[in-house]
C-alpha cells in the first residue's frame, strides 16, 4: 500500500502525535508499505528529508511550539496524485487534516483518522475558554471525524466520546504501541541509574517519583504537588522528580515553594529521547494525575522499564493496570496521597511473566499490524461502496432508457 499521512504535527516537534505517527509509520515500511508524510514546515527540520512534504505554516493561536499549514494545499494535492495513494490517514482535524479529507475525496480513496486529542481538555488556551465550548468541540468533531472512512480510537474514552458527539462512522480502539527495546533497554545497568539519582541528589534509601510530561495546565502536575506535603509527613523520604519543559514550569515552580516543598522537588528540565529510558529505570515509581490523556504514551514506557505506575485511573488505565504488580490507579486527586503511601507500603514485587505479557500487548509490533488490517478492511469497504454505486449508476441509465424501448417495440 501507499500511505499519506496528514498532519499538523511531526518531528522535530516533540510531542505524542509525532512520536505516535513516527511508530506507525516504521511499522509500515517494516511490512513494506510506503508511507508518505504531508505536514507543516519547521524552522528546526532538516531542508529535505526523503518522504516528507512540507507546506508553509504559521504557529497555532495559543500552541506557539505547534503549527498549522496555511498554503500549499493544491502542491499537495499534485503530489499526492502522482504517488498514486492507495489510503489516507489524517491525525488533525486542522490544516493538514482539511487538506487529506479534500485530497482523498478526489482521489477517490479511503480517508481514515485518529482522533488523537480530547479538545474539551484543551479549551481554556483559546482566549481562556471565552470563544470555543464543549459544545462546538462536540459539532466540529461531529462533521470532521463523520466524513472519514473510518477512525482509529487510541482508548475506550475516545469512542464513548466520539458516539456521545454522534459519529457514526466504523470505529476501532487501537491504542499506539511503543518500541519496548527503547525502554526495557538491559544495557542501563543499576550502577548507571544509581549515578543518575546521584546526580539528582537521591540517595539509594531515599523513594524516587518520576513525574514525565509536557509542563502544561492539563498535565495536572499541580495536584501531584498540592499531594506532596501528606505524603512527605508519613514517608519523608520520598522526592518528587518533574521531567519536561512547558508554559506551566514557572507556576509550577511557585507552587513548591508556597507549598514549601523546595527540598523534596527536583525539576529537570527537558531532556533528549534517548536518556528518558534512564530516569524511567531510576525512578521507584511513576506518578500522574493527567486527566487529558486519550492515551498517554507515557504510562507504557514506564511500564516497559519495568516501573511500577501510581496514576489517576480511567477507562484506558485501568485496563492497562489490570494486575497489583503493575501498579495501581485511583479515582481523583484527593486519593493521590493515599494512593502512593498505600501502594509504597505494600511492596509488591514485579512479576516478570506479568510483564512480558502485557508488554506483548502494547508492541508497536502489535500496533502496526493492527492498523493494517483495519486498513485493508477500509480498503474493501471502500471499493464495495464504489462497485454499489456504479451499479446504480447502471440501473438508473437502464431506467432512463426503458420508456423508450417501451416506446419503439410499439411501434
Known amino acids: 500500500m501507499k500511505i499519506g499521512f ?82 489516507i490517514h489524517t491525525h488533525t482535524e486542522f490544516g493538514a487534516g482539511i487538506l487529506g479529507k479534500m485530497v482523498g475525496k478526489k482521489l477517490k480513496i479511503p480517508v481514515v483518522h485518529t482522533y488523537h486529542t480530547m479538545y474539551e481538555d484543551y479549551l481554556h488556551y483559546i482566549a481562556n475558554g471565552k470563544v470555543l465550548r464543549p459544545a462546538h468541540v462536540k459539532y466540529l468533531s461531529r462533521l470532521f471525524v463523520n466524513h472519514s472512512s473510518g477512525v482509529i480510537c487510541p482508548s475506550e474514552r475516545v469512542i464513548k466520546t466520539l458516539k456521545k458527539y454522534g459519529v ?27 549515578e543518575t539519582r546521584t546526580i539528582l541528589g537521591i540517595t539509594d534509601e531515599q523513594i524516587m517519583l518520576l ?84 492515551q498517554g504514551l507515557t504510562y507504557t514506557e514506564a511500564m516497559a522499564a519495568g516501573t511500577q505506575l501510581i496514576v489517576e485511573g480511567n477507562d484506558y488505565l485501568d485496563h492497562l493496570i489490570d494486575y497489583d504488580c503493575l501498579g495501581v490507579t485511583f479515582k481523583n486527586d484527593e486519593n ?35 492498523i493494517i488490517e483495519f486498513y485493508e478492511d477500509l480498503i474493501a469497504l471502500n471499493q464495495m461502496e464504489r462497485e454499489e454505486k456504479q451499479e446504480e449508476v447502471i440501473l438508473k441509465k437502464m431506467k432512463m432508457k426503458l420508456p423508450s424501448l417501451k416506446k419503439s417495440s410499439t411501434e
Request: no cysteine; net charge negative.
Open 211 to 294: 513525574s514525565l510530561s509536557r509542563l502544561s495546565y492539563e498535565k495536572n502536575i499541580q495536584a501531584i504537588i498540592s499531594g506532596l506535603p501528606a505524603i512527605i509527613k508519613e514517608k519523608p523520604e520520598v522526592r518528587l522528580v518533574i521531567v519536561g519543559n512547558g508554559p506551566y514550569r514557572d507556576d509550577l515552580e511557585d507552587l513548591v515553594k508556597e507549598k514549601r516543598m523546595e527540598q523534596f522537588v527536583i525539576f529537570v528540565g527537558e531532556i533528549p529521547n534517548e536518556k528518558v529510558a534512564i530516569y524511567y529505570h531510576a525512578a521507584d515509581f511513576f506518578v500522574s494525575t493527567s486527566t487529558s490523556e486519550t
Open 168 to 194: 457514526s462512522i466504523p470505529m476501532r480502539i487501537i491504542p499506539t504501541g511503543i518500541e519496548i527495546e527503547k525502554f526495557e533497554r538491559p544495557d542501563i545497568t543499576p550502577e548507571m541509574s544509581k
Open 6 to 87: 496528514f498532519t499538523d504535527t511531526y518531528f522535530p516537534q516533540v510531542s505524542g502525535v509525532a512520536t505516535s505517527i513516527k511508530t506507525l509509520k516504521d511499522q509500515l515500511e517494516e511490512h513494506g508499505h510506503q508511507v508518505y508524510i504531508f505536514t507543516t514546515t519547521d524552522p528546526n527540520a532538516p531542508k529535505f528529508d526523503e518522504g516528507i512534504i512540507r507546506m508553509p505554516s504559521v504557529p497555532f493561536v495559543s500552541f506557539k511550539d505547534r503549527r498549522v499549514v496555511v498554503r500549499g494545499m493544491w502542491y499537495a494535492y499534485l503530489i499526492a496524485k502522482e504517488l498514486e495513494l492507495d489510503l
Open 336 to 370: 493521590f496521597s493515599r494512593a502512593v503511601i498505600d501502594y509504597i507500603d505494600q511492596q509488591i514485587p514485579m512479576d516478570p511473566t506479568i510483564l512480558k505479557k502485557k508488554l506483548d500487548e502494547i508492541s508497536a509490533e502489535k500496533f502496526g499490524k493492527t
